[in-house]
């Protein structure tokens, strides 16, 4: 499968931004998905992660109660819809599909994915 992410750009603070993680194949079904963040200087971070089923969903304490990750199997595509944006929320945000038979496993950590998306740049400004 290959992931293409997009729906970034420039808000102000208090904003909210839909990401998209459209995948190509027919068995998007069988990976778990996650959205990760990159800054300069900074390792990579995790942000959310579904499962394959899309019935479990984890997130990163900074962005707990303000981004909701989702999944539509039909359409292909994972979804982060992102509110109450913060300036340190700037970052390219990447999804990540790893292949699984479990339906309710999610993984929370950069090493599990082996299949990543390029970028897509989220700017808030203050």
């Known amino acids: 499968v290959q992931l293409q992410a997009y729906g970034g750009g420039l808000v102000q603070a208090g904003a909210s931004l839909r990401l998209s993680c459209a995948a190509s194949g027919r068995t998007f079904n069988n990976y778990a998905m996650g959205w990760f963040r990159r800054t300069p200087g900074k390792e990579r971070e995790f942000v959310a992660a579904i499962s394959r089923s899309g019935d479990s969903t984890y997130y990163a304490d900074s962005v707990k109660g303000r981004f909701t990750i989702s999944r539509d199997n039909a359409k292909n595509t994972e979804y982060l819809l992102m509110n109450s944006l913060k300036p340190e929320d700037t970052a390219v945000y990447l999804c990540?599909?790893?292949?699984?038979?479990?339906?309710?496993?999610?993984?929370?950590?950069?090493?599990?994915?082996?299949?990543w998306g390029q970028g897509t740049l989220v700017t808030v400004s203050s």
């Open positions: 990540a599909a790893k292949p699984t038979t479990n339906d309710g496993s999610i993984y929370a950590r950069t090493w599990s994915y082996g299949l």
